[in-house]
């Protein structure tokens, strides 16, 4: 996990379109309902409220590095995660 932070680091949000288009003003952020998880082929982003999908991106077969430590709130201490009965 080295080199991989943990901390907000998003530069670019995906927008579920419709989201966008419904959101009247408001935060397309607070208002889109997005899931995010593992597919056969990679990781998608769906949205919840429209039942549809944001992106689907594809690891081309890769496994890739990736860090799922949560800082907790007091203290700063990272707390494991477990994800698939996996400790990461
Ligand atoms: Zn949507």
Redesign the pocket.
């Known amino acids: 996990m080295a080199g991989i932070p943990n901390t907000d680091k998003i530069n670019d949000f995906y927008f ?1 379109k ?2 966008l288009a419904e959101c009247n003003g408001n935060s397309p952020v607070s208002y ?1 309902r997005l899931s995010a998880g593992r597919t056969k082929i990679g990781l998608q982003i769906w ?1 919840e ?2 039942n ?1 999908n944001v992106i689907h991106l594809s690891f081309n077969g890769e496994e890739l590095a990736f860090n799922n430590t949560q800082v907790m709130e007091s203290g700063g201490k990272e707390k494991k995660v477990v994800i698939n009965n996996v400790t990461v």
């Open positions: 579920c419709k989201c889109q949205c409220r429209h549809c």
